[in-house]
C-alpha cells in the first residue's frame, strides 16, 4: 500500500521547495484499516522539514466508514 505526498502553492528556491503561504501539503496513505492509513500518513511527515509549519493531528479521528 502506498502513501503520497501533493503540493500546491509552493515555489522553488536552490533545490528547495519553500511554502508560499496557505495549505501546501497533502498527505494520503493506504492501508488496510483506517488507523494504520492514519499513523503512516503521520509517520510520513518526518521525512518533511515541518518547522514553521502547523498541520492537524485529528484527520481521520471521526471517520466512519
Not at 498527505?27 to 488507523?35: F, Q
Not at 492509513?37 to 521525512?47: N, P, R
Not at 502547523?54 to 466512519?64: C, M, T
Amino acid at each position: 500500500k502506498e502513501t503520497k505526498l501533493y503540493y500546491a502553492g509552493v515555489s522553488s528556491s536552490k533545490n528547495q521547495l519553500i511554502a508560499s503561504g496557505g495549505r501546501v501539503l497533502s498527505v494520503v496513505a493506504e492501508a488496510d484499516s483506517l488507523a494504520e492509513a492514519k499513523l503512516k500518513a503521520y509517520q510520513s511527515l518526518t521525512e518533511v522539514d515541518t518547522t514553521d509549519y502547523f498541520y492537524r493531528e485529528d484527520i481521520g479521528a471521526k471517520a466512519s466508514i
